[in-house]
């Protein structure tokens, strides 16, 4: 009965900038670690980044240096700050909630962002 608010995703030209945002209302939102998936048509679901209910990140090669993930606890919000984009950055995104206490996942929806000239 969570319903998952994702936003942000565009189109945007290569070298360009989006930030994408996920919030989860009504969960111990401090009991989570967040994370951002994504998959293009044809590849495999990626883990981009992903941070923990204590704020330590893991990016994915792929976007190190120019992807920063973070989350305010007090809005239950998970942000994906996007820089220098890359054609290759084109995927559907999906923000992920995972509690650390119980067996227990919420996903958005998924959000494309497209980078094209």
């Known amino acids: 009965q969570v319903q998952v608010v994702e936003s942000g995703g565009g189109l945007v030209q290569p070298g360009g900038s989006l930030r994408l945002s996920c919030v989860f209302p009504g969960i111990r939102f401090g009991l989570y670690y967040m994370a951002w998936y994504r998959q293009d048509s044809g590849k495999e679901r990626e883990l981009a980044a992903r941070i923990s209910n204590g704020g330590r990140t893991n990016y994915a090669d792929s976007v190190k240096g120019r992807f920063t993930i973070s989350r305010d606890d007090r809005k239950n919000t998970v942000y994906l700050q996007m820089n220098s984009l890359k054609p290759e950055d084109t995927a559907v995104y999906y923000c992920?909630?995972?509690?650390?206490?119980?067996?227990?996942?919420?996903w958005g929806q998924g959000i494309q962002v497209t980078v094209s000239s």
């Open positions: 992920n909630a995972d509690s650390r206490t119980v067996d227990r996942q919420f």
